[in-house]
């Protein structure tokens, strides 16, 4: 068990945690809760796909001590005051739990405007989510122009050649986007106001309109160590819509799967270094990918790892999904391990309807067979012709995986800051942002600095971190090769984040789409896992499984 609850914690970031008000799993705990515990990932304690599994009780800080509605809405406010809750009413049918394809049809009906449907989802945000008895806490920022931009989308309709024009996306907050800071979560970087990052280009490229900043796990949840998931000084608590203060958020993406789940954006951009989207779609009933690393360009993003790191999108359902990681691809020549991709705009969106399950084989670990919404989807994919093969899993782990992230980040983070950071802001290094936080430290950290500690210990060097790098990656891909290439199978089929760590390590895809909700209503995913750039693939399988299982609910409190 000891072995077990490190190595969840150290999937955070990949994962997820229980840190809640009061604990999820009782003493007295269902059945399926401890069919669940016994079916989390339990490899090597190095692996910080485990991050996050601490039981929290108590929050020690709910609201951000640095943020409050009126300094987000300072400058949109003026230009809300004619959006009426008449409006808000006529407009739902239109917009709430609606698709982006569906969306665009209502707008290009008449229906509504681009202007229109931003102050929708401006509107939601400033009910739901601060200082009110239903707060998430789930945005960060907002963009000032974005109302401007919203009516130049209307003028300029005629010209949209991609579905995602003029769909408000808020960003994970360590992504640079232009007239917002990117703080990570964290005060020291409460002025980090810095160009596009280079997928924000892309976006806005294809039209996409930026609404926002989403709140994190400060500095993606490879800081504290000892906090809940979803906290961050600037940002503070993110909470569950499916059950606030109860169940977890999931880190580190948390306002990302949570505005997503609220209806607060039309689609959502998280990051991953190893769960970080898979554990907060997962657990907000949400679809997140994780892509090959390198399909998406990590310039202007907060680095914990370049070895590992990569954006994603999380979205509503897996068309969502399709349209966001078609607007966001490219090469990036910045970016060491960018890809150069032969296939033109629309690949990931073509031809998605015709998906079919039929004759697809997948793996399936015997060990989660027992867990009872990943029975009953297995029995969806039968239903729609695939075929289920059981496996054993490689007996492999994850050596020196937390040692890997510490010499990265003690090497990338001074990059990002002398190439893509504010350069008014004088602190460059983790030690040099450590002794800042220890000038405010009951408000800058109120869990502590842990693991930003054991980076600044770690005195791995260049050759050392060489070798990591090729077994992390070796036994990443011989996880999933094995049983691929033994058994003749086209994916992996997993839960939430649970393998999240072999993922990253092989640099694999990772797509993870609502499967159900336990007896306490907490959400659960069925994690698709492919080979080297067959996120397409995964898109198909995911959508088809979606429309045989029908299973996403809304949060019944924020309707």
């Not at 509107?123 to 009516?151: C, G, M, T, W, Y």
């Amino acid at each position: 068990m000891r072995y077990f609850l490190l190595f969840l914690f150290f999937s955070c970031f990949l994962s997820c945690k229980n840190d809640t008000a009061k604990p999820v799993v009782k003493d007295e705990s269902s059945q399926e809760d401890k069919v669940t515990e016994k079916l989390k990932p339990a490899d090597d304690k190095n692996d910080i796909s485990a991050i996050s599994t601490k039981d929290f009780r108590e929050f020690k800080v709910l609201d951000s001590k640095y943020l409050t509605n009126k300094d987000i809405w300072s400058e949109l406010a003026s230009e809300m005051v004619d959006f009426t809750e008449e409006d808000y009413e006529r407009l739902k049918p239109y917009i709430l739990e609606q698709d982006i394809p569906t969306i665009q049809k209502s707008i290009s009906d008449g229906y509504l405007s681009y202007e229109q449907l931003a102050k929708f989802y401006l509107h939601r945000i400033k009910v739901f989510d601060r200082e009110n008895p239903k707060a998430l806490n789930s945005v960060i920022s907002l963009n000032p122009d974005v109302l401007k931009q919203a009516k130049a989308m209307d003028f300029n309709k005629s010209n949209a050649d991609h579905p995602i024009y003029g769909m408000p996306i808020l960003l994970k907050d360590n992504i640079n986007a232009s007239n917002m800071p990117t703080t990570a979560g964290a005060v020291a970087l409460q002025d980090n106001y810095a160009e596009d990052a280079f997928i924000v280009k892309q976006l806005k490229s294809k039209g996409a309109l930026i609404l926002g900043k989403a709140n994190l796990s400060e500095w993606a949840y490879f800081f504290c160590g000892d906090c809940p998931s979803g906290y961050s000084a600037i940002g503070g608590q993110t909470l569950n819509p499916y059950g606030r203060r109860i169940i977890d958020t999931g880190g580190s993406s948390s306002g990302s799967g949570v505005s997503v789940a609220a209806n607060f954006c039309a689609a959502a951009v998280g990051s991953e270094t190893s769960g970080s989207i898979l554990s907060p779609a997962s657990q907000n009933s949400a679809v997140g990918l994780k892509p090959t690393v390198g399909l998406l360009s990590r310039s202007g993003i907060v680095p914990i790892s370049s070895t590992l790191d990569t954006a994603g999108p999380i979205t509503k359902n897996v068309i969502d999904n399709a349209i966001m990681l078609d607007a966001m691809f490219g090469e990036d020549t910045s970016d060491s391990k960018s890809l150069m991709i032969l296939w033109e705009s629309g690949f990931y969106t073509s031809d998605l309807e015709q998906s079919s399950l039929q004759g697809k084989r997948f793996g399936a670990p015997k060990r989660l067979l027992s867990d009872t919404l990943y029975a009953q989807a297995l029995e969806v994919l039968k239903q729609q012709g695939a075929e289920i093969i059981e496996i054993e899993e490689q007996q492999l782990g994850l050596p020196n995986f937390l040692r890997l992230l510490n010499i990265d980040m003690k090497n990338d983070l001074p990059q990002y800051m002398a190439n893509y950071a504010n350069k008014d802001i004088e602190w460059r290094t983790v030690s040099d942002i450590m002794e800042f936080n220890i000038k405010d430290s009951i408000n800058s950290m109120p869990y502590g600095q842990k693991l930003f500690k054991g980076i600044a210990e770690d005195r791995g060097d260049a050759e050392f971190l060489e070798r990591i790098k090729d077994t992390l990656k070796l036994n990443g891909k011989q996880f999933f090769d094995v049983p691929m290439n033994t058994q003749n199978l086209d994916g992996f089929l997993s839960i939430n984040n649970y393998h999240a760590g072999f993922a990253a390590t092989a640099e694999y895809p990772a797509l993870t789409v609502p499967m159900g909700y336990t007896e306490e209503g907490v959400p659960k995913g069925l994690t698709f896992i492919g080979r080297r750039l067959q996120e397409k693939m995964l898109l198909q399988w995911a959508y088809a499984y979606e429309k045989a299982a029908n299973i996403r609910v809304a949060p019944t409190a924020y309707n």
